[in-house]
């Protein structure tokens, strides 16, 4: 009998159009005269945040292999990064490692340090380390950092069934004060805090749409019974992402050329 509810392939699959919608929205692709429309898809887009931290904190805990998990993270993220760097940034600006850093980089961040959380003997070490490796992941430039480690720390450490309650209470009360602490800097004439866009940051409020996705995940990995066919759903996003990525850096490419030559 099959579960209800959502199985993390089709939680994969929000996710995916979540982040098509966050690289539409800040990418460039869209002229700066239609903000609103940047600003709403990268709201609606932030939902795939919280949903990433729950796919990656379920394979932390039922993956045969976490080694093989982050290399496959890793060998994504060097694959991704140049086009990467083509979707949100100039080829003639200068060299800075944090312009490569994709999603796959996120992940793989979010992994390793969730790891470290989970081996830390004391609490005290245990809650030192999250605002550690939160304030890297803003230095060093992770995608949507502080936000993504964040959100991915809320997640795994309420994954109990008994306390997702505050896992949901934490996203929604985080998002709200992203929202409103981004609109106050905003508000007073700033556009970046350190390397933080605060536009897009206020549009990562939007990270509270998640949690009744989140409510609804079944505990299943997909409901296919063929093992091809399990096989293809579980690395697909893999090639999903990168031809997403790919394909992005060249339409912008193209229309960076088309208006060089108009």
Known sequence: MRERGLDIFKLKLIAFTGTAMLFAAWSG????????????????????????????SEAIKHTRSVTLYMVRLLVMAVLCAFPYFMIY??????????????????????????????????????????????????FIGIEFAPVSVIMAYIVFIYSSEKERKFRDFNIILFSVAIGVVGGLFLFFGGTKLYNIDL???????????????????????????????????????YFAYLMLTVGLALLKYYVIASNASA
């Open 29 to 56: 692709i869209i002229p700066s005269s239609l903000q609103w429309l940047r600003i709403l898809l990268g709201f609606l887009g932030s939902v795939s945040i919280p949903v990433i931290s729950l796919v990656l």
């Open 199 to 237: 536009v897009s940051l206020v549009s990562l409020s939007g990270c509270a749409l998640a949690v009744p996705l989140l409510r609804l995940y079944s505990g299943s990995d997909n409901s296919f019974e063929n093992k091809a066919v399990r096989f293809i759903a579980k690395y697909s996003f």
């Open 89 to 138: 940034h100039d080829p003639s600006s200068g060299f800075r490692f944090s312009d490569y850093l994709s999603g796959p980089f996120t992940v793989f961040y979010c992994v390793g340090i969730l790891l470290i959380y989970n081996k830390l003997p004391y609490k005290w070490l245990k809650t030192g380390s999250v605002f550690m490796f939160v304030l890297i992941s803003v």
